[in-house]
């Protein structure tokens, strides 16, 4: 007798372990979904994007003059300021770690004569965003949807959360890109040539050889 509650102990440990086992395999691999969730798998197509919801609103490239929230990984905004820095007359970004992109105004001025203004991001500059006369027409927003609550009045420029509102690949494999309130759908090239892009686990990788 006691060696069959014996097993039955056992085995209903097992099953218990089974199940916290189990358990937290789904856990995991909630995080892995929520990770995912957060991130922008186009972030490395983003200048071939922009092109393109420019020149559905007519706007030059010459005449962009993009305003860029920092937010997140300071290595997605910095991403993004490379991708569409060449060719620009004006770009400003909005950072609480102003050091972070020194070495990139630093080479954006010595090779292509930019110079990049960079502004503290606080309630000031964020609520002067959508005035006009400013020189911006687009403001790309690199915060994640938990950092900050405040709403950004963007008035008619052309707002583009990149993290914020999920950017979603269509039926026909066009890309519906959030701006505002609203979404555009954009076809981009099967072939477009995109830059080496490493996400923050390939980047410790590489740093840490």
């Known amino acids: 007798m006691e060696k069959k509650i014996k097993q039955f102990l056992q085995h209903v440990k097992r099953q218990m372990d089974q199940m916290f086992a189990y358990r937290k395999q789904c856990a995991k691999a909630e995080e892995v979904v929520l990770e995912e969730e957060k991130g922008n798998c186009y972030l490395p197509q983003l200048r071939e994007i922009i092109e393109i919801i420019l020149e559905k609103r007519k706007i030059p490239y010459e005449q962009f003059a993009p305003v860029l929230i920092d937010g997140g990984d300071v290595q997605d905004t910095l991403l993004g300021a490379e991708l569409l820095g060449r060719d620009l007359n004006r770009l400003t970004i909005l950072t609480d770690r102003p050091a972070y992109f020194t070495e990139y105004t630093d080479s954006m001025y010595e090779e292509n004569g930019l110079i990049v203004e960079l ?38 420029k052309l707002y583009i959360p990149v993290f914020k509102k999920r950017w979603e690949r269509t039926a026909n494999l066009d890309i519906a890109v959030p701006i505002g309130y609203n979404t555009m759908i954009v076809r981009v090239s099967e072939t477009v040539k995109e830059r080496p892009y490493l996400d923050k686990f390939e980047r410790a990788f590489y740093e840490n050889e």
């Open 119 to 156: 502004s503290l991001k606080d309630a000031q500059k964020i609520a002067e965003l959508s005035a006009e006369g400013t020189g911006s027409n687009v403001i790309l927003d690199f915060e994640t949807t938990g950092e900050r609550k405040g709403e950004i009045k963007f008035g008619k």
